[in-house]
């Protein structure tokens, strides 16, 4: 059974950070590429980070880059998304994405919930 959990989201005040993790299991986690993704009240869903299987390349929207950094830990099949000086622009849900390239799948977590607010 696939499973993506995330956790670390929470309530955070403007210029602070927030480390979220996602942990995998159920698929071959360090043939994966892995994303996170986050969705605003009333906007669609937006690609946040990248990061490919063995973790060599990263790749993020123009809106983080700079203050969030991906990352993955294949011993532990997590991955990582460090959020640092956040802005209330940054409020969301976060979701984990992987897509398994060794069964062209693709599976979501059920997302953690990021407020940055004062």
């Known amino acids: 059974q696939v499973q993506l959990v995330e956790s670390g989201g929470g ?55 700079g203050r969030f950094t991906i990352s993955r830990d294949n011993a532990v099949n997590t991955v990582y998304l460090q959020m640092n000086s956040l802005k209330p622009e940054d409020t969301a849900v976060y979701y984990c994405n992987a897509f398994a390239w060794t069964t062209n799948s693709n599976y979501w977590g059920q997302g953690t919930q990021v407020t940055v607010s004062s």
Do not use: H
């Open 11 to 65: 309530l955070v005040q403007p210029g602070g950070s927030l480390r979220l993790s996602c942990k995998a299991s159920g698929f071959t986690f360090s043939s994966s590429t892995m994303r996170w993704y986050r969705q605003a009240p009333g906007k669609e869903r937006e690609l946040v980070a990248t990061i490919s299987s063995l973790g060599s390349n990263t790749n993020y929207a123009d809106s983080v880059k």
